[in-house]
Every structure is written in structure tokens, then in C-alpha cells.
T-cell receptor
Framework: DTEVTQTPKHLVMGMTNKKSLKCEQH?????MYWYKQKAKKPPELMFV???????INESVPSRFSPECPNSSLLNLHLHALQPEDSALYLC????????????????FGEGSRLTVL | AQSVSQHNHHVILSEAASLELGCNYS??????LFWYVQYPGQHLQLLLK??????LVKGIKGFEAEFIKSKFSFNLRKPSVQWSDTAEYFC???????????FGKGTRLHILP
């Protein structure tokens, strides 16, 4: 079992809908990540939050909007998505590079499988 | 920009065969290196990691990897594979200064019983 919890596990939405993906971890990690994974492809980095501040945005379209309300929670708000955005969205956490004990080891959730119709 | 290359995209082996999966990275500075595994229908999990020290690292389930700095490589090995090793294997790299972790394209390993 993973210590990173993602909800919902499955989501189907239309192109005009607004929905959110949620992620929670209680390992005290101060870095949290969103990755996108298409079938038979590697995870692609989307966003990184370090100490609740957005530290990395890999040129992700604005129809994806991340939010980190506190050190345990990470959201991904979705609006006006396209069918090609259908994928498995993975949340991960790790110790932050700023902590001095940075290992870069990621702890992944099981993902939210998104289908855009 | 850092990058990770995995040379084998799909590997098919029989049980008890030896395994070596290649991984090369491009960053010339200090790096942390990882192998992650994704079993069918399961989430990504860490197989092993290298930060510093002994370049030969041992992970779970009998896997090991060797960091060769001069070759920018971090190849994954297992002397004798099992059917349960069927999975996708990803090499990943992190520059030891920020939170960015980049994955290689993955190697799909299929073990024949």
C-alpha cells in the first residue's frame, strides 16, 4: 500500500467540465509532485511544489491549475480539457531539496485515471 | 537540461536468465539515480537508489545496479529473473540541488514461465 492517497481513482469529464484531482500524504514531506503518464509511456513531470510554493512548472497548459493548500495536500484543478489530456495523473511526494536531507526518492500514489470525452 | 536514456524498450527473457537493463544520463554534476518498477496494475515503487558511496547498490527482490561515473551509466542487473519480475522498469535522475526528477522512457520486461 502506498502512503500517498489520490482521489478519485477514476474520473470521466467532458471538455466543458471543471473538476479537481486530490492528493494527500502524511509522511512530512515538503515536496509534492504531479506527473502525467500515458499508456506505455514514462511519467512526465508537470508541477513541483516545495514548501507549499510552486517551484517547477514544466510549461503545462493553463487548463491545468495546481494548488497546494498545506504541506499535506496537493490539488490539480482541471478546466476545459481536451481528449488528449486523458491519462493517468500521478501524485508523488519526497523530502525537499531545501531540507538538506534531500534524497529525491519519490513516493507515488496509485494515480487518478482521467478520461476526457 | 538533464535527460535519461534507456536503451532497451522491450525485453523478453526466460525464467532464470540473467538481466541487465541499460540507463545513461546526461548531467555532468552530482546526481541521484533511481530505478523504479511498475508491476501490472500497480503504482510506481522504488527498486533501488544511488546517492553517494559504494557505486554498487543493492535493492529489493535481488536487483542491483552499478553507477559508473565515467560512462554516465546506472545499469540494472539481476542474476536470475523470475516470472514475477514481469513489469515496466524506469530509470530516473535527480540533480542533487533541486526537486526535479526525470524519468527515462522505460523498459517493458516480460518473463516467460
Amino acid at each position: 500500500d502506498t502512503e500517498v492517497t489520490q482521489t478519485p481513482k477514476h474520473l470521466v469529464m467532458g471538455m466543458t467540465n471543471k473538476k479537481s484531482l486530490k492528493c494527500e500524504q502524511h509522511m512530512g514531506h515538503r515536496a509534492m509532485y504531479w506527473y502525467k503518464q500515458k499508456a506505455k509511456k514514462p511519467p512526465e513531470l508537470m508541477f513541483v511544489y516545495s514548501y507549499e510554493k510552486l517551484s517547477i512548472n514544466e510549461s503545462v497548459p493553463s487548463r491545468f491549475s495546481p494548488e497546494c493548500p498545506n504541506s499535506s495536500l496537493l490539488n490539480l484543478h482541471l478546466h476545459a480539457l481536451q481528449p488528449e489530456d486523458s491519462a493517468l495523473y500521478l501524485c508523488a511526494s519526497s523530502q525537499s531539496a531545501n531540507e538538506g536531507r534531500h534524497t529525491g526518492e519519490l513516493f507515488f500514489g496509485e494515480g487518478s485515471r482521467l478520461t476526457v470525452l | 537540461a538533464q535527460s535519461v536514456s534507456q536503451h532497451n524498450h522491450h525485453v523478453i527473457l526466460s525464467e532464470a536468465a540473467s538481466l541487465e537493463l541499460g540507463c545513461n544520463y546526461s548531467y555532468g554534476g552530482t546526481v541521484n539515480l533511481f530505478w523504479y518498477v511498475q508491476y501490472p496494475g500497480q503504482h510506481l515503487q522504488l527498486l533501488l537508489k544511488y546517492f553517494s558511496g559504494d557505486p554498487l547498490v543493492k535493492g529489493i527482490k535481488g536487483f542491483e545496479a552499478e553507477f559508473i561515473k565515467s560512462k554516465f551509466s546506472f545499469n540494472l542487473r539481476k542474476p536470475s529473473v523470475q516470472w514475477s519480475d514481469t513489469a515496466e522498469y524506469f530509470c530516473a535522475v535527480n540533480e542533487n540541488r533541486d526537486d526535479k526528477i526525470i524519468f527515462g522512457k522505460g523498459t517493458r520486461l516480460h518473463i516467460l514461465p
